[in-house]
């Protein structure tokens, strides 16, 4: 994806994330979450819910996932901000959609949002620009 080319209101195309408990756990543990309530089942029900649940860092880098996805390596993520609506569970997908909410100079701020069958998971805004490496 060429930003350059962006523009208000454009629609990112969609993607849908499936989820399991080995993702779910994978990933709490990979941003060094560990919450029994992101891998241990027994925990989780005790604590009210009746399954093991997406970490929050688990879904902001899914949402950085999904818009990388959409870039490719032309761009990068300037800043990023979500916020967590329902809870994601294995077995119940999460589709990402996204819109184009600004475009000035060089950089795209992009509106995202992951749903469930219980509603919004997760609603975010992410910035990017161009990504200019530097040579010698």
Known sequence: MNLSECTVGQSLPGLELPLDRSTIAATAIASQDFEDVHHDLGA??????????????????FVDRYITDWTGPAARIR???LRLGVPA????????????????NSTV????????????????EVVVEPYERNTP
């Open 44 to 61: 989780a029900q005790q604590r009210g819910t009746p399954d093991v649940f997406m970490s929050i860092n688990a879904t902001n880098g």
């Open 89 to 104: 569970f294995p077995g119940d997908p999460l589709q990402m959609s996204g819109e184009v909410t600004a475009v000035e």
């Open 109 to 124: 701020t992009v509106k995202v949002q992951g749903r469930n069958s219980k509603g919004v998971h997760v609603t975010a």
């Open 79 to 81: 800043r990023a901000s």
